[in-house]
Each structure stands twice: as C-alpha cells, then as structure tokens.
C-alpha cells in the first residue's frame, strides 16, 4: 500500500510524504483492528485511553482505540524512510537483473 501510494509522492515535499504516510498507516492499522474484531472477535491492540501530554489522544477517540497519534506519526516516518530510502534502493537492485530474467 506504502509503495503504490507514494510512489508518485517521491519528489513532493518531505512533509506531505510524511502527513500521506500517516494517513495511510493509521487507516490501515484501525481497518485491521476492526477486521479482526468483527471476524474473529479478537482485539489485538486497544488505545482506548491513551494520553498525549496528559490530554486525552483525539485520534484513538475519534477511531475508538483502533489507532493513535504515535502510531501515525511512527507509520509517518517509516513511510518516508521506505520512499526515500529502502524503494530507491531496492529498485536499484532490481534494475541490475536483465530485463529477459524479470519476466
């Protein structure tokens, strides 16, 4: 998901492949949450309650514990350190097998 979304935010600011990644990451994370809640009843992970400086987290009430603030704003780096690191390495890499072995 990281790779297809924000492949074509490579050369925007740092900041919105930041914000993007965060998005992505926390709605995927409380999509998860629930899947898991309502197919097999089981709750892996609940931020119900969880405080940013002593004020209650306005994203795990908003997602009703399913995700938080720091776990967007960790999903947030990762996606940049993924699109600005590790793919155009990895691309690299790929591009030194012969076109005729890829396919």
Do not use: H
């Amino acid at each position: 998901l990281m790779t297809v979304a924000l492949n074509r935010f490579y050369r925007a600011n740092p900041i919105i492949i930041f914000v993007v990644s965060a998005i992505i990451g926390g709605l995927f994370e409380a999509a998860v949450s629930l899947f898991m809640q309502v197919g097999f009843g089981a709750v892996a992970w609940d931020y119900t309650g969880m405080t940013l400086f002593g004020i209650p987290d306005p994203v795990a009430i908003i997602f009703q514990g399913r995700t938080a603030t720091p776990f967007m704003i960790m999903w947030g780096g990762l996606g940049f350190v993924w699109i600005k690191l590790c793919l155009p390495w990895l691309l690299r890499l790929i591009n030194l097998i012969p076109w005729s072995l890829r396919y």
